[in-house]
């Protein structure tokens, strides 16, 4: 189906897109294969659908978002989730396609580059702060805002992926094989299951992201319909 021009003329997208970076010294960090590239795909969706976009996004090799996009670039999931909360209150969709790191170094970074040894080095880690929850308890948001989220998996795919959805407060979440070498990260092709609160589901072919991204966004703007 091809968009229609008007369908989210008034409205703020939010999208978050890319991975982020937890530092370990001054030459290394802990990160994830993510690209990008499907949440700028969701990016431009929306904003070939007339919304108003707000891109926030992790370090990638991707050009400059699509055009009339304001993008906010960070790094680190700290630095997403103090983006996110500051932009989201007039959103009326978010869309959570980052894929942050989970862990970081349990220590501040080095100052500097730890050196080669000949023996192991021990490296400890903490969790991230946990952003689709701390968004589910943020006051002030709109009432309607549609909150989706993503799935990576790599087995049980839609058991855990609709935990998560009840999890984290989601209203949508969208699963994906990240096992599979033709779908998913690094790769211009996905193949997706966009699933509801009530357990229905919509499963994609396989196809280019941008077709895919156009998919979700139809999906929502039929939820707030």
């Known amino acids: 189906m091809k968009p229609s021009k008007k369908y989210l003329k008034g409205k703020v997208v939010l999208v978050t897109a890319g991975p982020t970076r937890e530092s370990i010294d001054v030459a290394r960090y802990i990160s994830n294969r993510s690209s990008g590239k499907m949440g700028y795909a969701l990016a431009k969706a929306a904003g070939d659908m007339d919304a108003r976009v707000i891109l926030i996004s992790g370090p990638t090799s991707l050009p400059p978002g699509p055009a009339h996009t304001k993008i906010v670039r960070v790094e680190t999931a700290s630095e997403m989730l103090k983006a996110i909360l500051k932009n989201i209150k007039n959103a009326d969709i978010f869309i959570m396609a980052a894929a942050v790191s989970d862990f970081r170094p349990a220590r501040h970074a080095v100052q500097g580059k730890i050196k080669r040894t000949k023996g192991p080095i021990l490296l400890k880690l903490k969790p991230t702060r946990d952003i689709l929850k701390a968004i589910s308890k943020k ?9 989706v989220g993503f799935a990576a998996e790599t087995g049980s795919l839609m058991s855990r992926a609709y935990q998560k959805l009840k999890d984290k407060g989601l209203d949508v ?49 039929d939820k707030r319909n």
Not at 139 to 147: D, P, R, S, T
């Open 139 to 147: 006051e002030g948001l709109k009432k309607n805002l549609i909150k």
């Open 173 to 221: 979440i969208i699963g994906n094989d990240i096992s599979r070498k033709d779908i998913g990260f690094e790769n211009d092709f996905n193949q997706v299951y966009i699933i509801n609160k009530d357990k229905t589901f919509i499963k994609t072919k396989r196809l280019k992201k941008e077709l895919i991204a156009q998919r979700i966004i139809l999906y929502l703007l």
